[in-house]
């Protein structure tokens, strides 16, 4: 039997894969029309039990591009979910009538339940606070489509590094990479995980922790922004204390380097001022487009196709 392969976690991506994705991707820019019926007949499923626009909107017009179609629901109201159907049961269901499955819920570990039910790919579109894989690749592609390369710099991430889950999946896939340094900018409060800590040191990598952005900020080659999780909080009042820790705009940006990446997976609230968005180090926007272009190298993989004569 063929082996399915699924996208849970970054981690089941071999750095070589990823290598692979992004030149895929590039690909996909530079020849657009050997790709524009590579999916002809193929489906595929959306199905968003939690809010979403890039993520869900960017994976469906990544198969539209590629010639294929799409089916799906956005909200799990929408679904059998809200008559009490299980996760596992829904992604058996809809495995019957698509070729490969985009999910996102917002409990921890849905996407590996649904893959065990399921013979067609499932990729983890962001399972509550734990990961998300695909906004790494995203990630990925946006950094080396800007700085030519993925070693070799100092990364800043900000805001939310308790619950934002693209945070852990992004330090998870660019700590394989030679000497890249993480600076965690959070409150107290946020601080990332314990186990994330762990993972960082058994693999070796220099991360410091602050909750100073300007004094941080002068040091950085990326500083990826992020949105304080409101739907992850137990009380509202500990989410209005925090949520604005930190707002970034021109003035803390006069220290910064001239060549520094801003990031932000989207979307924001207030933690960058739009006067950044004008400034050539803003990133966000097209950092989103990236989105659409590794999403499109994802499905083609995980499906199996490739354009003739391009090889691993
Ligand atoms: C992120 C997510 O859903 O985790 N958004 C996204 O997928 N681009 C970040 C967020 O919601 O803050």
Known sequence: MKEIKNLINITDLTTEEIDYLVRVANDIVENHSFYDEICRHKKLATLFFEPSTRTRLSFEAAMLELGGSVLGFSSANSSSAAKGESVSD???????????????????????????????????AGDGGHFHPTQ??????????????????TIGLCGDLK???T????????????NVKFILISPEELRIPDYMKEKMDKAGVSWSETSDIEKAIPELDILYMTRVQKERFFNEADYIRL?????????????????????????????I?????????????FQALCG???RMALILFLLGIEREGFGK
């Open 90 to 124: 829904t992604i058996r269901t809809v495995g019957c009538y698509v070729d490969i499955i985009a999910m996102r819920h917002p409990k921890e570990g849905a996407p590996v339940v649904g893959a065990q039910r399921t013979t067609v790919p499932i990729i983890n």
């Open 136 to 153: 790494t690749l995203t990630d990925i592609l946006t950094i080396s489509r800007k700085k030519g390369r993925l070693d070799n710099m």
């Open 163 to 165: 619950f934002g889950r």
């Open 167 to 178: 945070v852990h999946s992004l330090i998870e896939a660019m700590m394989r990479y030679e």
């Open 243 to 271: 949520k604005d820790s930190y707002i970034l705009n021109l003035e803390k940006l006069e220290k910064a380097k001239k060549d520094l990446t801003i990031m932000h997976p989207l979307p924001r609230v207030n933690e």
């Open 273 to 285: 001022s739009v006067e950044v968005d004008d400034d050539p180090r803003a990133c966000y926007f």
């Open 292 to 294: 659409k272009h590794i």
